[in-house]
């Protein structure tokens, strides 16, 4: 049987490192380094220079990955794209990253399938499902995974900002998900939502129900509302559906293939806020060395989160060959994944 495993990672982070202290002081967002810390763990993130997109980032993140697997762009047969903030409305990321990778060009061009995934931080997880499924299913030996986003751009950065501006950070982390013969690989994602707190953690930039969706002033221009305009959340709620429900969908996982907790090597939690992650893994008994953070030094990179953990992960030497890794992701819409892989 034709199992899919994770051949290459790789990740990229903006060089612009952006402190809680930049955020007070260069923006004017009324907080504090102590107050960002302890309710999140974020001390710095990464900001994307202004005319760098998300598919830039998910290029730098791609060619690692595919290093790492040693394959070129042109082995690839899909590119499942997990953002939030693509480039444009319409089209997708992926179908830039695909140009970009060079393979819409030359007599060897490859206009492989590109798809783009919408669900937000549990977006890794939706976006690794399908490749998964592509590859089991024999309809594509290579699959180029990528989870990217630029928040940076869209950030309320002002002293009206401080709920939400202090959590992000752009980013952008990739994995090949090849064919293989052997007994490793992906064991399972399980995937779930729950659409009644669809508008607890949201962005309504503009909402298409109106005629016209977006307002114009006389000059044919743009006009959106400011609660439009920026994303809102409920933190506690978030937080305690959070806990449950990541709690909930590792026990799913870890039951679908009768391991316990204990057998997991590493934990991979998507990167939202260290306190949800140290709850999380307070409740399962699970001991620190096993529960790596980036959070610190990135914020919340959304769909990249998970790969960015993953390479550097592998980078470092935490992940090894023959290890038992279990991924966990919640967030908007709500929407969650857990997986578990063995490496």
Known sequence: MVQAYISGTGFYVPPRVVTNDDLI?????ETTHEWIVQR???????FADAGVGTSDMALEAARSALGEARLEAHDLDLIVFATLSPEHAFPGSGVYLQQKLGLCEGENAKFVPALDVRNQCSGFLYA????VAHVRAGMARHVLVVGAETHSAALDLSPDGRTVASLFGDGAGAVIVSATEEDRGVRGVYL?????????LCQKIWDIRERPFIKKNADRSGNVPADRLWATMDGKLVFKHAVGTMLAALMRACSAHKIGVEDIDLFLFHQANMRINQYVAQQLGVPDEKIPHNIQRYGNTTAATIPILLAEAVRD?????????AMAAFGSGFTWGAAIIDW
């Open 25 to 29: 002081h260069t923006y004017g967002v």
């Open 40 to 46: 999140t763990g974020i001390e710095a993130r990464r």
């Open 128 to 131: 690794l499902s399908t490749a």
């Open 192 to 200: 779930g939502a729950d659409g009644r707190y669809a508008e607890v």
């Open 317 to 325: 030497g935490k992940l090894r060959p023959g290890m038992k890794v």
